[in-house]
T-cell receptor
């Protein structure tokens, strides 16, 4: 079974631009969560989607948004990029989206803002 | 929401010795506690998890213990090997839907 796939792996953008990242979950998994990882703040929860609905959202500004498609693939979008948005963006999928199920991570997208 | 504290931030042990990493959580309703290992430049990998209906779980050299009363859980690695060098994260559910709150991580260094 293929693991969680994230594209692209690396991305360089400039301030003010916007970016869209993609995540394909493990086949059969219906929940996708997104996290931002930085050296200073660690792993921080962005949002979670299940059956095309955002069910849970972390403490990030409205510039961060996402969506999930009927095949469970998910995208996240960041608008008006700032230097502080430079980070590794990770997505994780789980089977049913219950809070006591294992989450499996993708390799992440490394976003650098110049 | 859930708050997870993890200690220590760095742990250096001699190869062959044991390592213990501790975490505390704030939400008494939390019922699932995973541990992830992240090697440099790689994805976090789930190495072991425990649910609140058990107090201990083992998988070869790795074990996790849970004390619900005190709201803390610990990762124990015995007979450490060089390949155990990595950053380890504990986590707890955010509550309600899926999504995890992570500890700040422990950088485990195995000295030869």
């Amino acid at each position: 079974k293929a693991g969680v796939t994230q594209t692209p792996r690396y991305l360089i953008k400039t301030r003010g631009q916007q970016v869209t990242l993609s995540c394909s979950p493990i086949s059969g998994h219906r929940s996708v969560s997104w996290y931002q990882q930085t050296p200073g703040q660690g792993l921080q929860f962005l949002f979670e989607y299940f059956s095309e609905t955002q069910r849970n959202k972390g403490n990030f500004p409205g510039r961060f948004s996402g969506r999930q498609f009927s095949n469970s693939r998910s995208e996240m979008n960041v608008s008006t990029l700032e230097l502080g948005d430079s980070a590794l963006y990770l997505c994780a999928s789980s089977l049913e989206g219950n809070s006591n199920q294992p989450q499996h991570f993708g390799d992440g997208t490394r976003l650098s803002i110049l | 929401g859930e708050n997870v504290e993890q200690h220590p931030s760095t742990l250096s042990v001699q190869e062959g010795d044991s390592a213990v990493i501790k975490c505390t959580y704030s939400d008494s309703a939390s019922n699932y506690f995973p541990w992830y290992k992240q090697e440099l430049g790689k994805r976090p990998q789930l190495i072991i998890d425990i649910r609140s209906n058990v107090g201990e779980k083992k998988d070869q050299r790795i074990a996790v213990t849970l004390n619900k009363t005190a709201k803390h859980f610990s990762l124990h690695i015995t007979e450490t090997q060089p390949e155990d060098s990595a950053v380890y994260f504990c986590a707890a559910p955010r509550g309600g839907a899926d999504g995890l709150t992570f500890g700040k991580g422990t950088h485990l260094i195995i000295q030869p």
